[in-house]
């Protein structure tokens, strides 16, 4: 009897040893300097653009010499029989592009996004450029041009900080795909 619930444990756990023994192909995202800066494998999530000007989104499902096999998902509301929706999958399907294909990846997003590319400064200098001409207009006292030139100045600042940030890695001149073979 152990006998048998150790080769049914051993079936079990096979396709797990299997698959930690066979590593898939991978693509890596290097800069000038050869440095990894991003690596891309089966199962990851991947957001690119390609030469066609799309935006594509998905799932690295399998990579096969220089192809990167994308699942998308076509996921649209579906009313129930309550009245309200719900978000449902109504496909999935493959794409599959070269790595010459890919013009730019997306940069993954980190912490305190908003105030690196500025949001922060615009919402903060454009509320209180309209804190004061409200509390000006109220109170019936005039607008202070120092007040609306500081307000104005941070709000612009963080239009410029966000038409700067780069959220995007362009493939080209500064980085490149490489395909590595195990």
Known sequence: MVRYILFFLFILTFP???AQVSPSDMVVLRNRQGH???SYFSGMPIDFGDRGGREVSGIV???DRDTLFIQQYDIRRAYNQWGTYVM???TAYMLKYHINEITWIRKPHKGFEFVRDG???IIGGTAYLLLHVINAAYLKEPVVGSTVAIAGGIAVGGLIMKK???NKYKIGKNYQ???IDM
Do not use: E, N
């Open 16 to 18: 797990d040893l299997q």
């Open 88 to 90: 449902d999958t109504v």
């Open 36 to 38: 990894t800066v991003k």
């Open 61 to 63: 499902r399998k990579i």
């Open 177 to 179: 795909m490489v395909y």
């Open 119 to 121: 949001t922060i400064f």
């Open 164 to 166: 700067l940030r780069k």
